[in-house]
Structure formats: structure tokens, C-alpha cells
């Protein structure tokens, strides 16, 4: 039997998670996209100048989006990643597992479940799931790099720097924000992320291998999941706190997947981490408040509470910052022991990247790089 996902259905449960866009046909949009394609370019410039990273992918792409159309993106990202996945599982017997893997992923619905059952659902969770991801977080992503790029597929919709409208609008707004100063803060980041996957050729592909890894290493028998839950409440009884420590993803993960996951840990420590650095240092003349845009943004991950608490807790985003300023710490050691030409040792390849190991001890790495 064939599995697959109603991209439509997770669509309307996006739209019905994610929050009403309060800038809707606001005059304050008017500049947002003018700005941001000036802004853009120049970030570009500067962060070429700062890290020596020349994308071999012609100038970056701004895009500015609302809500619906930040999730649409993403789910054609999704239609990308989960179609090896999906063939895989099209070939496990279904008669029994839906309603197995249903009960299962309750708890990740259970926040959401009234908005659902409105739209008459019913089974399918996966849909439901990602829609629901995708709809809560459409109301906090501030910009983001699509970087899972599929050749010959529709090249004019990917590679591009988004941005989410309405959410920038809405923390200049609360937060009283320079609007041309955030929005220039926003886009290096952006911008070198770019640069880290379109200036190191073999950068992208050792990623998107990772992601292959993942789904190949995928089981699709219930018991395994049923075996990962009754763990879970087992580490919950003793004291433990089996969810905050990486997130459902690091709690299915078989140890196939953990060894993966852990590589996927050490190269997004040190990507994040190199991006908020450069975001800091690049603007550095040309943005005074970068220093308060940084600790309000801070303190805005660290405050949640409620619901964006329980999210944040499933998708594992508290053990992510934790990574990404270990990240921001082993760049500063590097550099520390041997400047720029040591840490740019990390572009050579796959093999000089640092381990997640390495990122938390980085004199591992220095004395293997040097």
C-alpha cells in the first residue's frame, strides 16, 4: 500500500496553528521588501568581506514572505526530504500501524487537538504533525536559507533568502527596533548561511547525505516506537527528562540514528555558531544597537512559557542553543589558538569538521587541525 502525505490537510492545520498576521495590509509592510532586496545585497558584501567565503552561486535572493507562504516553502522542502521515506515505508505492511502509530503521536497533537478535529483529520497524523510544526513555528521564524536544493527541480523557487514579514514587523514594533538596522542584522545572518553552502561546494551535499543517512536509517516498525515510549516513561519515573534532552527527534532516534544525529549536532553547532559571530562582527560599524538586538533576542528564546514551552521542549530547541553557543565558543578557542587561517580549516572538508565531541572540547580539534 502506498503512504503518503496530504500536503493540503498539513496546510490547513498550519493555518490554523499558526497565529493571525497582525501587519496584514499594513502601510508599516510597505518598505519591508524594498529594504530587505537593498539590505540583502549589502549583507552579502559584508559578510563576503568578513569570512572570505565567495558564493559560486551568483548574488542572494530576498524574499519576503507572509505566514502562508513561509510554510508553503517549507513544505515543499518537506515533499523533497520525505519522499526516500515514504517509498520506504510504502513497502511495510499498514493494515495494522496506523492505528498503533496514531496513539502514539497523541501527546505531540494533544496541544492542538480542537483546532483538528474542526478540520476532520481524523488519521492522518502526519500531515497533522507537520502541520502543526510548521504553523506554530510560522509565527516566531524571522528569516531563513532554503537550502535543500534538488536539481532540475523548479530552480526559480529555491535558493532563496526568506523573510517572514510580519514577524519582523512585529519585534520592531514591541521591541522599538531601528528598522533598517535590524533588518540589515537579520539578513548577514541569513546571508552567511548562504554563503557557508553556495561558497563550499562539497558543504550542501555532506549535509543533505546526512539527511539521507536519517531517513534511510528510519524503522518503521511500531514496537520500536512503543519500545522508545515505554523507555520514556521509565527515565520520567527515575527523575529524568527524556524530551528537554534533544527533543523528540533525539528520543525515536534508533542508534543508527543517533550516531548521524550526532554528526548533524557538531556541523550545525558550528554553522550556527559561525553565524551569529559574523552577524555580530560584520555590521558591527553600520549596526549600534546589534548589541541590544542580541540580548533581547536571547532573552526572548529563554522566556518562553506555555505552550511555546512544549514545543520547544519537543523539537529540542533548548539542547540546540545550548549547541550553538558551544559552537560560538569553540570558533572564539580556535581562534584563540591560531586566528583566522586555522579555524578556515574547517572549508578544507567533510573530515575537518570538528565532532560534536570536539566542538565542547575544541583542543581536540586544534591539535588534530594544527
Not at 527541480?153 to 532563496?160: A, I, L, N, Y
Amino acid at each position: 500500500m502506498s503512504v503518503s502525505v496530504d500536503w493540503d490537510v498539513a496546510r490547513r492545520v498550519a493555518a490554523k496553528v499558526g497565529k493571525d498576521d497582525p501587519f496584514a495590509g499594513s502601510p508599516l509592510a510597505a518598505s519591508l521588501e524594498p529594504d530587505l532586496l537593498e539590505l540583502t545585497a549589502q549583507a552579502e558584501k559584508l559578510v563576503e568581506e568578513e569570512t572570505g567565503l565567495v558564493s559560486l552561486a551568483g548574488p542572494a535572493r530576498a524574499k519576503v514572505t507572509d505566514r502562508p507562504g513561509w510554510v508553503d516553502a517549507n513544505l515543499a522542502s518537506f515533499d523533497r526530504l520525505t519522499r526516500p521515506l515514504l517509498e520506504k515505508l510504502s513497502e511495510v505492511d499498514e493494515n495494522e500501524e496506523p492505528g498503533r502509530l496514531s496513539q502514539l503521536t497523541a501527546p505531540l497533537t494533544a496541544p492542538f487537538s480542537q483546532k483538528f478535529d474542526e478540520l476532520g483529520v481524523g488519521p492522518k497524523f502526519a500531515a497533522l504533525e507537520v502541520g502543526a510544526l510548521l504553523g506554530w513555528m510560522s509565527g516566531r521564524v524571522i528569516g531563513q536559507y532554503d537550502l535543500l536544493i534538488v536539481e532540475d527541480e523548479r530552480p526559480e523557487e529555491q535558493d532563496w533568502v526568506y523573510y517572514v514579514g510580519p514577524n519582523v514587523l512585529n519585534l520592531e514594533k514591541n521591541f522599538g527596533f531601528p528598522p533598517r538596522e535590524f533588518r540589515l542584522w537579520i539578513a548577514i545572518h541569513e546571508c552567511t548561511h548562504r554563503a557557508q553552502f553556495t561558497a563550499v561546494p562539497w558543504l550542501r551535499p555532506y549535509f543533505l547525505s546526512l539527511v539521507e543517512e536519517l531517513m534511510n536509517e528510519v524503522d518503521p516498525d511500531a514496537g520500536h516506537l512503543l519500545d522508545v515510549v515505554k523507555d520514556a516513561i521509565e527515565k520520567k519515573r527515575s527523575g529524568g527528562g527524556p524530551v528537554a534532552e534533544g527533543g523528540l527527534s533525539q528520543l525515536m532516534a534508533t542508534d543508527a540514528q543517533k550516531v548521524t544525529l550526532d554528526k548533524v549536532s557538531g556541523l550545525m553547532s558550528l554553522l550556527e555558531g559561525h553565524g551569529d559571530i559574523v552577524m555580530d562582527r560584520a555590521g558591527r560599524d553600520l549596526i549600534p544597537s546589534q548589541p541590544r538586538f542580541a540580548r533581547v533576542m536571547s532573552q526572548r528564546r529563554s522566556s518562553a512559557n506555555g505552550l511555546n514551552k512544549i514545543m520547544q521542549r519537543m523539537l529540542g530547541f533548548e539542547a540546540k542553543l545550548a549547541q550553538y553557543e558551544e559552537g560560538e565558543k569553540f570558533i572564539h578557542a580556535v581562534e584563540a589558538a591560531g586566528g583566522k587561517p586555522l579555524f578556515d580549516k574547517v572549508w578544507e572538508g567533510a573530515e575537518m569538521l570538528p565532532t560534536i565531541d570536539e566542538i565542547r572540547d575544541p583542543q581536540q580539534w586544534i591539535s588534530r587541525a594544527a
